[in-house]
């Protein structure tokens, strides 16, 4: 059964079948963003879940010019995927990777701000989120179906 790559169609899929997206069928950077957008999505979920009043502060800090597995290209991959890992290689941002979550995890500002639920890319830029990353609905799909597969591993 093929699936489109929008996330509430790859998400429904999984949900009635159990069956993600084969890698394969998926290039290096639609695995790399999808999983971003996770992460953008389970920091909007559980700061809502935690409240206005509460003094926990969750945030997405995404490294975007970093190189990981999930960056590389499934079966070696092609000239632009080589051109991408060589361009993300050389990024001058790179060194400065680290400040955006040094920011979130001990400037006073996001306490006194109360900075929580959001996205920040390199050098600690606030990201504004995409249409799917505003989506609650969504958010409460993704964080359901995670609760689903968390009880699903603890049984076995």
Not at 59 to 74: H, L
């Amino acid at each position: 059964m093929a699936t489109s790559n929008r996330p509430r169609d790859q998400l429904r899929h999984y949900q009635q079948t159990g069956d993600t997206p084969q890698s394969h069928h998926q290039s290096a950077w639609d695995r790399f963003y999808r999983s971003k957008l996770s992460n953008i999505m389970f920091a909007k979920a559980f700061t809502r879940r935690l409240g206005n009043e509460s003094r926990m502060f969750v945030n997405c800090a995404n490294s975007v010019y970093d190189s990981t597995e999930g960056t590389r290209p499934v079966n070696g991959g092609g000239v632009l995927d080589g051109l991408k890992e060589w361009l993300i290689e050389r990024s001058p941002f790179r060194p400065r990777e680290s400040l955006t979550p040094l920011y979130l995890a001990i400037s006073p500002e996001v306490e006194n701000k109360m900075i929580t639920g959001r996205h920040f890319g390199p050098i600690s830029t606030e990201l504004g989120p995409s249409n799917y990353a505003r989506d609650e609905k969504l958010h409460d799909e993704l964080w359901a179906c995670s609760e689903n597969l968390t009880n699903e591993k603890l049984k076995t």
